[in-house]
């Protein structure tokens, strides 16, 4: 039943993004107003216990409705954002937002629910030297655990020195889980996973769209040998960006536990996710 619930969570909504080749500067100063104006907002993929069909908790996506472009895509204003500095206050505003929309959720479905949200986080803001008090603060101000918390980065924005290194470490005190976003398309040095308090492996979907492509063995060998090494080095492996049944299905038998990708769930905007939550709580009820 768990696994019914989890596919007819297919997403009927999906807005159609505007991907397009953008005048960049032009694209920065109408973002500057965008914060002002609230033209920003969050859409929540869940990510799924690949053995339960349970959604454990969901990904925070940025969107930004412009007024006239429509909707315009994250892979084109994050680059942009990180550029001039915006994505500072952009993701100082996506913390915030997404734990409070957690906090209202547990409050409201029960902490069973939905137990965690993931927040992309940008190189440029683990360098801003109150990084950790103010995700400190959020999580005090929303009264949320720091097991309910898990911070993306990607290993480029990692690699960068001893400032960084200690803003994880502090992170990681504090109880805040990190995920290695993309995992594999970096760097992917193993020392890496040694000198950071790394929790989760994130396999980037580059990799899950080789594995069953009997021609591609190197995706398919690098999707295995991720879900080995988070077994042996006690993380956990998240798959993203499945699609199909057969993906999952291969995942799975890698030893996959936990899954993202529009097979399961597309993004949904938050009244979607209320209505996967409300199913799974009348499910545990029953
Ligand atoms: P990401 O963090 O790796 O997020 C996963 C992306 O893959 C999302 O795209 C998601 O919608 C997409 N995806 C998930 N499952 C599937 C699937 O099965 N098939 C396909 N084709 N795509 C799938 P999205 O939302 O467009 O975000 C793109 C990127 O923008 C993110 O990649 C992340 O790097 C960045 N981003 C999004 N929101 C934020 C944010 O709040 N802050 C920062 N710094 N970056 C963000
Ligand atoms: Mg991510
Ligand atoms: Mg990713
Ligand atoms: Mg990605």
Redesign the pocket.
């Known amino acids: 039943a768990a696994k019914a619930a989890g596919k007819a969570a297919w997403a009927r909504f999906e807005p159609r ?1 505007r991907h397009e080749v953008v005048n960049h500067a032009r694209l920065g100063s109408e973002l500057h107003n965008a914060i002002i104006r609230h033209e920003l907002f ?2 929540y ?1 869940p990510v799924f216990d690949l053995d339960t069909g349970r959604m454990s908790g969901a ?5 930004w409705q412009h007024p006239a472009r429509g909707l315009v ?3 084109d204003f ?1 680059p942009v ?2 550029r001039s500095g915006l ?1 500072v206050p ?2 100082s505003w ?1 913390l915030r937002e997404a734990c409070e929309q957690l906090a209202r959720w547990q409050a409201e479905y029960g902490p069973a629910a939905i137990r965690s949200v993931n ?4 190189a440029r ?1 683990l360098r801003e030297p109150g990084f950790v008090d103010e995700v400190a603060a959020v999580l005090s101000d929303t009264r949320l655990g720091p097991m309910n918390l898990v911070l ?1 980065v ?1 290993e480029s924005s990692v690699v960068d020195g001893r400032q960084v290194r200690d803003t994880l470490e502090a992170l990681h005190e504090l109880g805040v889980r990190l995920a290695l ?2 995992f594999g398309t970096g760097q992917s040095s193993l020392s890496l996973l040694r000198a950071f308090p790394v929790d989760v492996l ?1 396999l ?2 580059s990799f899950v769209d080789g594995i069953c492509d009997g021609e591609d063995r190197g995706r398919l060998a690098v999707a295995a040998a991720v879900a080995q090494l988070a077994e042996y080095l006690d993380l956990y492996a998240v798959a ?4 199909t049944a057969a993906q999952l299905d291969r995942l799975r038998r890698m030893g996959y536990r936990l899954g ?4 399961m769930a ?2 949904l905007p938050p009244a979607e996710m209320a209505v996967l939550m409300q199913r799974t709580a009348t499910a545990v009820a029953a």
């Open positions: 993004m969050l859409m993929q990904e925070a996506l940025v969107r895509s994250p892979a994050v954002a990180e994505i952009l993701g996506v927040v992309n986080v940008a803001q993306e990607t976003d993309d994130k980037d979907k993203e960006g499945i699609e993202q990708g529009y097979y597309k993004p």
